[in-house]
């Protein structure tokens, strides 16, 4: 039997998105961009600081890193937990001796089980961004708007009681989001979100709760993208990282201030083996002259003054 | 089902006729873009899923859309450094979509072939009437925004039913490149009418490098050129083809356009490199060497 003609009827084409999220816009049709300082890009570390729990669902999928073999995975679950325990510590000696100030996103229960890691964020006067409750409790297009607006609830109230700080930004766990996701981030006080891999600039996004921004958090040369994802080399991360970051430097002498965003793991990066490779990609980074290391907040709110 | 639908016939790659391209260049070079517009809630189609998460797929769908948003704009400066015009795969409901990107490569003089409507609305299950009525619907589409006749066919999402070749050459499609079995453009068998295949390749593909492969961007750049390098050798003896099909969500990334753009400098730095169009390779072709590569082919299959 024929597919219904239904599926030959297209209502949303017409010009700009399918949605009415954020509008069409092309990067070189904006105008440029200003940095403090005059610098040129704007740098952003974002460390994820993951919770996988043992008992991670497997429905409606798993985020990628997760529990791999019958229950109780240890394997997994212990190395995720390393980047916790270690990996961390070392991934942010690399950003101090270099000068980089950190944006951390958090799972919530990452900062309830460990609120030493929120103390070193803190003490470093690095942002702390909302990431969930943890990698276990995704939000996805099949789950109820009231059990999501728990989990945005649960952790971001949860993240501002232990860091003191504002908490205004928003990454789901695996990017995932449901219909609801951004309105119910926005109605808790969250002015940007991470899961938007759209675009090299922040953009204003719409929710029924008021305008909140994307802000263009690196996914395609992030430590776990390339060497867990696409099995490459940590000389690879660093190639593509210093690729990408003189493309940025580049288009910023043409076309105004670009951002820089580099998504960090500590159970990838912090492993001995590949500390040294972080240090090298983000040496030539901080080493280039004309950037400037912010939080995300630090940079939205430089966006958002000049719109 | 069937084994195998006989689309071509059997054509050793040895003791053909020779092709000469324009100006005794050995080999025709041209850069498919795909450009490309995925829905965030396509209809469901029972044979295949668009986006592998409920929906919204956010992640996927928001690094197809980097493609148009930034992607696109990278890959078109890089090609306008070298010389090289596209010939676009393209979903044509971008023309409502995004009609700025429809006049840069306008204005620049590209061809715009079709990649269906959407990337998300697949041919299975679609009867031969739905069909045709959706490659009506890609002809009037761009015939409207950009004056062109639609020459070249590349199924959405590279889906197909059994027929599907029969109705492109039906509706006047010239040339698919929907074929990866040769590295020179193939008479393709028909009901009724003619219809050739471009070579377009996997192989080169950006997203089959990155996405499938999951190479480093210097790793595409070597295949690219080793690619190049054997083809331009043997384009001495008879003309070949080479394709860099591109997507600017994928090689329009700030950490994949070097390499990109190496490539383009490579390969237009050589002489006797022919840098067009598909097509102007399918015209070219029709007009001097299809009629011998249906002879020849009656003899191969004689012998």
Redesign the interface.
């Known amino acids: 039997m024929?597919?219904s003609?239904?599926?030959?009827k297209?209502p949303?084409?017409?010009?700009?998105?399918?949605?009415d999220r954020y509008d069409?816009?092309?990067?070189?049709?904006r105008p440029p961009l200003k940095w403090p300082g005059d610098a040129k890009v704007a740098v952003c570390v974002m460390v994820a600081l993951e919770f996988f729990p043992l008992d991670q669902p497997a429905k409606?999928?798993k985020a990628p890193g997760g529990m791999a073999t019958p229950y109780p995975d240890l394997r997994h679950y212990t190395l995720r937990d390393y980047g916790n325990r270690i990996g961390f510590y070392r991934v942010i000696k690399v950003l101090d001796e270099l000068g980089v100030k950190p944006t951390v996103a958090f799972n919530s229960v990452v900062a309830e089980r460990y609120p030493q890691l929120v103390d070193e964020v803190n003490r470093r006067d690095g942002e702390i961004l909302a990431y969930g409750v943890d990698m276990g409790k995704l939000h996805?297009?099949?789950m109820a708007i009231e059990e999501e607006a728990e989990l945005v609830r649960q952790s971001v109230a949860s993240l501002r009681q232990a860091s003191g700080q504002a908490v205004t930004g928003w990454w789901?766990p695996?990017?995932?989001?449901?219909?609801n996701t951004l309105d119910l981030i926005a109605a808790e006080g969250i002015e940007y979100v991470c899961?938007?891999?759209?675009?090299?600039l922040p953009y204003p996004i719409r929710s029924k709760n008021g305008q909140i921004h994307s802000m263009p958090i690196s996914?395609?040369?992030d430590d776990q993208t390339?060497i867990s994802?696409?099995?490459?080399s940590e000389d690879?991360f660093v190639?593509?990282?210093c690729?990408?970051?003189?493309?940025?430097m580049a288009?910023s002498k043409t076309h105004g201030g670009r951002v820089f965003t580099l998504t960090i793991h500590p159970w990838m990066s912090g492993q001995p083996h590949r500390i040294k490779s972080l240090k090298r990609a983000l040496s030539h980074v901080m080493g280039t002259s004309g950037v400037w290391s912010a939080t995300a907040s630090e940079i939205l709110d430089a966006f958002k003054k000049q719109g | 089902m069937k084994s195998d639908l006989g689309f071509y016939d059997f054509n050793p790659y040895i003791n053909r006729p020779r092709i000469k391209w324009p100006n005794g260049a050995r080999i025709a070079f041209w850069v498919a873009p795909n450009i490309e517009?995925y829905?965030?809630?396509p209809?469901p189609?029972?044979t295949r899923q668009a986006w592998?998460?409920?929906?919204?797929d956010?992640?996927m769908y928001?690094?197809?859309?980097?493609g148009?948003?930034?992607g696109?704009?990278?890959v078109m400066e890089a090609m306008d450094r070298h010389g090289v015009r596209g010939s676009v795969s393209l979903n044509v409901?971008l023309c409502?979509?995004?009609?700025?990107?429809i006049k840069d490569c306008a204005d620049r003089g590209w061809e715009f072939y079709s990649h269906g409507?959407?990337n998300t609305?697949f041919v299975?299950?679609?009867?031969k009437d739905?069909e045709r009525?959706?490659i009506k619907?890609v002809f009037d589409t761009v015939k409207k925004h950009t004056g062109q006749t639609v020459s070249g066919w590349l199924s959405p999402a590279l889906t197909y039913n059994e027929w599907t070749l029969d109705l492109l050459a039906e509706a006047g499609v010239q040339y698919v490149c929907d074929l990866f079995h040769d590295d020179q453009p193939q008479p393709v068998n028909v009901d009724n009418g003619r219809l050739i295949s471009v070579p377009y390749s996997l192989e080169m593909n950006d997203i089959i490098a990155y996405n499938v492969n999951?190479?480093?961007?210097?790793q595409y750049l070597n295949q690219i050129k080793a690619c190049f390098d054997q083809l331009y050798k043997e384009g001495a003896e008879s003309g070949t083809v080479m394709c860099i099909p591109l997507h600017g969500y994928a090689v329009g990334?700030?950490?994949?356009?070097?390499a990109f753009e190496e490539a383009l400098e490579y390969i237009t730095g050589h002489d006797d490199v022919w840098v067009t169009t598909g097509r102007e390779i399918a015209e070219w072709y029709y007009a001097h060497n299809y009629d011998q590569a249906v002879e020849h082919l009656k003899l191969v299959k004689g012998a």
Not at chain 1, 229 to 232: A, C
Not at chain 2, 62 to 66: E, G, I
């Open positions: 024929a597919i003609d239904d599926y030959l297209y949303k084409r017409a010009h700009g998105m399918d949605h069409w816009s092309m990067i070189q049709d409606p999928f996805h297009g099949e789901s695996a990017r995932s989001e449901s219909m899961d938007w891999i759209n675009d090299d996914h395609d040369i390339i994802g696409y099995h490459q690879d190639d593509q990282v690729d990408a970051f003189d493309i940025h288009d | 517009y829905e965030l809630e209809p189609n029972p592998a998460r409920p929906l919204p956010v992640q928001s690094s197809r859309d980097y148009n948003r930034v696109h704009w990278r409901a409502d979509h995004h009609p700025e990107i409507i959407y609305r299975f299950n679609m009867d739905q009525a959706m619907d999951q190479i480093p961007p210097r990334h700030p950490h994949r356009i070097a």
